[in-house]
């Protein structure tokens, strides 16, 4: 575990245990690792974009396309029913089209959601090309490949997972 994210090969041991379970807990835990690995990007937009006041979207939109991205690894669909299902995917539509000014709207836009149900101001606006950050970092940077693979930002998503694969597993082996 490296700051509050899991990496490395984690995501092929929880690969392995999905692979023995029944195809319920199958869907489950796919589902759980579909939504991670768009929050994964999600936040690699979003927390950069803290350490951008008074920068220009288009600049930030370079330094994000200049780290030539693989989003194949992002699912097609999120599962139904899910929290604020519907900006997740008009953030993953845009990274897996490379449409990073889209993308970059996007997690502006669902941040601007979150923190209006929270009674809050949005951590980041812009207006025209230039971003007005309320909330900053100064130690946020982009990700790796790599590490939009393999990390885990939500490991309490983690608890549920091994709940569900433990209880199936004890199911189906009696």
């Known amino acids: 575990m490296r700051a509050g994210k899991l990496t490395g090969k984690f995501s092929q041991n929880l690969n392995q245990v999905q692979s023995v379970g029944s195809p319920e807990l199958q869907k489950c835990l ?9 929050l994964v990007a999600a936040n690699n937009v979003f927390y950069y ?29 999120l599962p139904q029913g899910m929290t604020r299902r ?34 809050g101001a949005p951590w980041v606006t812009y207006d025209g090309d230039i971003l007005n950050v309320k909330v900053k970092s100064e130690t946020a940077v982009l990700r790796s490949r790599e590490a939009l693979l ?11 997972y091994f709940r569900i694969a433990k209880a199936n597993l004890e199911e189906r082996n009696g």
Not at 101 to 116: P, Q, R, T, Y
Not at 150 to 160: A, C, I, Q
């Open 30 to 38: 796919e589902e759980i690792q579909r939504v991670e690995r768009v």
């Open 86 to 119: 519907s900006s997740l995917c008009e953030i993953n539509d845009n990274l897996r089209a490379r449409n990073h000014w889209g993308a970059v709207s996007a997690v502006i836009k669902l941040n601007a959601e979150v923190m209006k149900a929270r009674g």
């Open 49 to 77: 974009l803290l350490t951008q006041d008074h920068r220009p979207v288009s600049s930030v939109v370079e330094q994000i396309e200049s780290q030539a991205y693989d989003y194949e690894h992002l699912p097609e669909t």
């Open 150 to 160: 393999d990390d885990w930002d939500y490991d309490y998503f983690l608890g549920s």
